[in-house]
């Protein structure tokens, strides 16, 4: 909680500590209550920084018990504890040993950051800003220490003790409580520190690293959890395997420990040594989770672990260089993800992340460049912009470079940084180097927001069989940055005959055809490019495996579908369809033909998708499914959210009866799928016939029964929860039935009943507003719960459109009223609520007056924290 106008952090005022610390030597006396937390600091004047300045520690929510410099104790004549809760000592030796002795309160610790309980067990919290709510300390990344933790814990409550780093010793005090004491050899930043201190299970397995080092694997979770870590296991060691291979990177310590928390406010956390997860990210059973589920926990469990190097071992000079390793990490797991199975469908879901989530963000109010510029709070800046788009950065670096190239430059960061505090300039310096290319202009990525929108036009001259592309770019203003510059754009490329067949290329200049993809780079508001030997006008086929995060638009119809039939690029083949459905779902809403047919050309696109689906499931499943009302809401000027459901509902419906016996034939062939297995092709399968489920149960009664039926049925999570979302759209008693059937099964499951709330939160009928409000009185609703809050309230506002805006304003007042209500408990979770209100400036009139009035309404309430001040004060500027 802070005064209501906070201060803001600006990029360019970063100055170098005026203090290092060496070493950290941490004894934690843990007690719900009253934890009492001595630590040893090692100072030395930076030889970089102010030699003047006074030493600044950190400190929030802090009882200070002791002070002792040099082994005396300091009078308060030594220091000053500021209102923004930091300690000051002035006169300092250069070097020097402190001690400092502070009290906390984990059982009160609501905002889930720095040290908190869980189901009666301890864990921290400490990026980014956490770790001054448990000592006082220089809070920053560019101070990197090695720690010593002992922690000491009643061995009945705690009889787990960890921390980063190796455990070197433990042991039983005199008066029976017990302890453990770890070392982490490696220096690091504080908000890499972590404490884990209970009652949990470890399931256990070791990894051999190529040079033989042996790492004993643990994954710590709660009895009865033992049965859920196969897949959390597996995706660590392929991600230990992977990182060896792809990058030659090794893991560095002799322990890797993950534990589990069910309150956690993001999806983990890349603490040295011991990564803490949040369960959503660790448990699975065929018959608990889905197969996104499965897929959620390889990628985030890859992506942790790769912090290890990107993030760990070289870290952020300062919070503004997040995305160094964001983006990066991101890249990494993305990667990772498209080796370990389909690389298209792999890159298909994460441009549809990506245009979900950043495309919106860097169109609306809280538009911000990847590295921004100033902030209030900087936890709000753990966004898609930081991370999706500065994952697409790095893309566009490896596939300018090439992978060979562009691991050397990876090779060159890593050499030259190895245990540093870094900024962005030096990764993409370091890339620059080792990779052999000039990426000057390339920075301006990092530093412009806004998404740049690319439009083309062609000449063909028949005479000379010259065709020429021309590309423009051009970038909107966003908040603060009315001007823009042309970016360079990497655009990978290919040429298709009339036939559909794929064509060399020769570039005018060039003195031989090339076969295949190429990459023009775009660098100039408008570019030519002249392509030689083409008698007739080819087909150009841009962007494939979207080789940028640019949206490319003013592609005819006609066009999108030769493109969505016949290029060699799976992305550019789906994204055509993509865009084609959206282009008649638009027509349809803008003509208010309400009522029409399904496009004829669109009914046989599906036909032959389904035709062809045995051979790629996976693919089909994507390409079948018509875009989000969300993802056409982002392409309309002014949103119509009712319009987008009638129609994309009719086209689904009218799509449902023209194919309904393909979608049936496909649906059986697909029944029996044998016994459970997630890799692509089952999970693909599952998909595909989930697909035509859906479209069935559109098409007529019968699709009803057979969701039931399936329901009934189900032997898995995905098939059981695919059934579920049909009937919860339906007015009917087998979603009464089954939705009670399912919360009798699984009252027990917390990240099942997650499930069971989100599914009547993002449920199309028209009173799932009031469904939502009795859903957050139910008794087993709990406002302190970021999982639960997420699966209700954050599944109705982000992801059901229509509801959320019903045109009563209902749906924003609800919003608000848990914004306001959680914003005291956890600002860090309140305030990521509050996004969707942000975007009223898209909505009509009506709709964006009530928007307006809920974000006033919140801005008015009395201590809000500053992260939800900042959310809400840009939201309405
Ligand atoms: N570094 C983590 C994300 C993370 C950030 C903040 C947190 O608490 C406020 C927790 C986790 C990651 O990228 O996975
Ligand atoms: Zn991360």
């Known amino acids: 909680m802070t005064e209501q106008t906070p201060r803001e952090t600006r990029r360019t005022d970063y100055r170098p500590p005026a203090f290092l610390v060496d070493t950290v030597a941490l004894r934690f006396e843990l007690d719900p209550q009253a934890t009492v937390v001595r630590s040893r600091l090692t100072l030395r004047r930076n030889p970089q920084g102010d030699a003047t300045a006074p030493l600044r520690l950190d400190g929030e929510a802090l009882v200070l018990l002791g002070l002792r410099l040099d082994g005396k104790a300091l009078g308060a004549n030594r220091y000053a504890l500021e209102t923004d809760g930091s300690l000051v000592l002035p006169d300092l030796p250069d070097a ?7 009290r906390i309160a984990p059982e009160a610790n609501t905002e889930l950051s720095g040290l908190y309980t869980s189901g009666g067990a301890f864990f921290t919290q400490c990026e980014a800003e956490g770790f001054r709510r448990i000592t006082y300390f220089p809070d920053r990344p560019d101070v990197m220490a090695r720690y010593t933790t002992t922690v000491v814990a009643d061995r009945a409550r705690c009889p787990v003790l960890l921390s980063n780093g190796n455990r070197t010793d433990a042991g039983t005090l005199p008066d029976g409580r017990h302890f453990a004491t770890w070392v982490d050899p490696h220096p690091k930043p504080s908000y890499l520190f972590a404490l884990v201190a209970g009652d949990l299970l470890a399931v256990r397995d070791s990894f051999t690293t190529r040079s033989g080092r042996q790492v004993a694997l643990a994954i710590w979770v709660r009895r009865g959890d033992e049965t859920s870590c196969d897949h959390a296991m597996q995706s660590l060691k392929q991600s230990m395997a992977w990182d060896e291979r792809v990058f030659g990177l090794e893991y560095d310590l002799d322990e890797f420990n993950i534990a589990a928390v069910s309150d956690f406010n993001m999806g983990a956390m890349e603490n040295k040594g011991l990564n803490v997860f949040n369960t959503k990210y660790v448990l699975a059973r065929p018959e ?59 890159r298909i879901v994460d441009v549809r992340r990506l245009r979900a989530a950043q495309f919106p963000e ?15 709070a900087i936890d709000n800046f753990y966004t898609p912009t930081v991370y999706e788009k500065g994952a697409e950065i790095c893309r566009m670096l490896y596939r300018m470079l090439g992978p060979d190239r562009f691991r050397r430059g990876m090779d060159t960061y890593i050499g030259r940084h190895d245990n540093q505090a870094v900024t962005i300039e030096d990764f993409v310096r370091a890339i620059s180097d080792g990779g052999g290319m000039d990426l000057t202009l390339f920075m301006r990525w990092y530093s412009q927001a806004g998404t740049p929108e690319l439009t083309i036009s062609e000449t063909h001259d028949p005479a000379t069989g010259r065709w020429t592309l021309t590309l423009r770019q051009f970038t909107r203003p966003t908040p603060g940055q009315a001007e823009k510059q042309p970016l360079p754009i990497p655009i990978a490329m290919g040429l298709l005959g009339q036939d559909g067949t794929e064509l060399p290329t020769r570039l005018a200049g060039e003195t031989e055809a090339r076969p295949g993809t190429r990459m023009l780079l775009l660098t100039e508001a408008e570019q030519d490019f002249v392509f030689e030997d083409l008698p007739a006008p080819p087909v150009p086929s841009l962007l494939r495996g979207f080789s940028a995060p640019v949206r490319l638009g003013g592609i005819s119809r006609e066009r999108l579908r030769f493109l969505a039939t016949h290029d060699t690029d799976p992305f550019v083949r789906w994204d055509a369809g993509q865009h084609y459905a959206t282009a008649l779902m638009l027509e349809l809403i803008a003509g208010r033909a309400h009522d029409a047919e399904p496009d004829e050309g669109l009914v ?38 009712e319009a987008i459901h009638a129609v994309r509902q009719l086209l689904r419906r009218g799509l449902g009866r023209r194919l309904a016996a393909r979608f049936r034939a496909t649906y059986e062939r697909l029944t029996d799928t044998g016994p459970y297995r997630i890799d692509g092709r089952a999970s693909g399968q599952r998909a595909l016939r989930n697909t035509c489920l859906a479209y069935l149960a559109l098409a007529g009664q019968d699709g009803i029964a057979l969701a039931k039926a399936q329901f009934d049925a189900a032997r898995n999570m995905t098939d059981a929860l695919a059934a579920l979302v049909v009937l ?56 302190r719960n970021p999982n639960r809050v997420r699966a209700l309230v954050g599944a109705f506002s982000a992801g059901n459109q229509v509801r959320f805006h019903d045109a009563s304003g209902a749906g924003y007042r609800f919003l608000a009223d848990t914004v306001i209500a959680l914003d005291p408990m956890n600002g860090q979770i309140a305030s990521r609520l509050i996004n969707p209100l942000g975007m009223w400036r898209r909505q009509d009139a009506a709709r964006g007056a009530l928007m307006r009035a809920e974000l006033e309404r919140v801005l008015a309430t009395p201590k809000l924290s500053r992260l939800t001040f900042e959310k809400a004060s840009k939201a309405l500027a």
């Open 362 to 376: 860097d169109d609306g109010p809280l538009a911000h460049p990847v590295r921004p510029d100033s902030y209030l």
């Open 604 to 641: 046989a696109a599906m036909a032959s998708l389904l035709e062809g689906a045995d051979a790629d499931p996976e693919f089909a499943a994507e390409a079948l499914a018509l875009p989000s009302e969300s993802y056409v809401a982002d392409q309309m000027k002014v949103v119509d959210p």
């Open 288 to 346: 608990t989770a889905t197969d996104a589920d499965y897929d959620g926990i390889q990628r985030v469990i890859a992506h942790e672990y790769f912090h290890n190097w990107t993030g760990n071992r070289v870290t952020c000079r300062d919070w503004f260089q997040l995305s160094l390793k964001e983006g990066l990490t991101v890249f990494r797991d993305q990667q990772f993800g498209a080796d370990m199975g389909s690389a298209a469908v792999k």
């Open 96 to 102: 020097c040993v402190l001690e400092v002795e502070t």
């Open 728 to 783: 919860a759209a339906t007015n009917t008693p087998e979603r009464d039935d089954a939705l009670a059937a399912f919360h009798a099964r699984w009252r027990g499951d917390e990240l099942v009943l997650d499930k069971w709330f989100s599914i009547q939160a993002t449920s199309p009928r028209p009173q799932t507003v009031e469904d939502v409000r009795r859903l957050y009185r139910h008794p087993d609703f709990d406002l």
